[in-house]
């Protein structure tokens, strides 16, 4: 039986593993994703309804999050923009991403905004509040902060060790919540 915050849209129903945490109170509709050891955390929307999304293994979706692409619009615009998401990705609380690309090992600060087409590489963190313009690529290894956004430095050795602890850290907690603990 589906689960009410887990619908079917258009004739796709999203794939969830069963190594994935959703929420009760989170919603995921149509053509979405979800890769091993994700999680959706409360009241966060992941509304794949107009195209596809694409989240990777152990990312996190926190709370309030708001995940959506854009549509397809013949003949100017075939493919639309999906939201494709990598591995080992922390979208912080309240933040919104729109037919984006975000690379692996990435933290997405909490209330930031990434706009359609926007490119954010590998071994990235946007700080909190920030705005990534549409079509804007942020290059590997930097922390980004701003509206928009702006490097303001390389990532150090310390802040490359905090993206993939912060994946793991949400697995655990993600199994805690899926046992009932």
Known sequence: MEKRNIRRFD??????????????????????????????????????????????????????????????????????APLVIGDDVTVGHHATLHGCTVGNRVLIGIGSVVLDRAIIEDDVIVGAGSLVPPRKRLLSGGLYVGSP????????????????YSAAHYVRLAAKHRSGE
């Open 11 to 80: 004739g796709i129903t999203p794939t969830v593993p069963d190594s994935c945490f959703v929420d009760d109170t989170a919603l995921v509709i149509g053509d979405c994703v979800l890769g091993e050891d994700s999680s959706v955390w409360p009241m966060a929307v992941v509304r794949a309804d107009v195209n596809a999304v694409r989240i990777g293994k152990r990312s996190n979706i926190q709370d309030f999050a708001m995940l959506h692409e854009s549509h397809r619009r013949p003949p100017e615009d075939p493919e639309g």
């Open 149 to 164: 956004v702006k490097r303001l430095r390389d990532l150090t050795d310390e802040d490359r060790a905090f993206l993939p």
